[in-house]
């Protein structure tokens, strides 16, 4: 019976019982009847002209890649600092990696 707690076969059943009650209980809901009012944006009443929004990921992608990095150095020097093998230097040779990067990360 302990197989059952096993996380794939766990995973698996949840599906067939969720494919279960997914096809029992389609044909609840009532069929929706087209409408071009539906699509139209709302804007507290008033016409608004829809255009299309191409979103710009140019100025995140620093800020993630730079998060990330700190993030990673953190944890990378934590780590290293809590062995007692390990001198001194090497975190400190770590963190001046770290700065390289963020210097060359941020440069335009």
Known sequence: MD?????PITFIISLFVIYIFA???SSFPPKSQPNSEKTKTYA????????????NYEEFYPFAIFF??????GLM???????????GL???IYMLII????????IR
């Open 99 to 106: 700065a390289v990067i963020l210097l060359i990360l941020f």
């Open 3 to 7: 197989i059952l707690l096993f996380p």
């Open 90 to 92: 090497i975190p400190v």
């Open 68 to 73: 990330t990095i700190l993030h990673v150095a």
């Open 77 to 87: 020097i934590a780590t290293l600092s809590s062995l007692t093998v390990i001198s």
């Open 23 to 25: 096809s029992i209980f």
């Open 44 to 55: 507290c009443g008033e016409d608004f002209p829809s255009e299309k929004v191409v979103p």
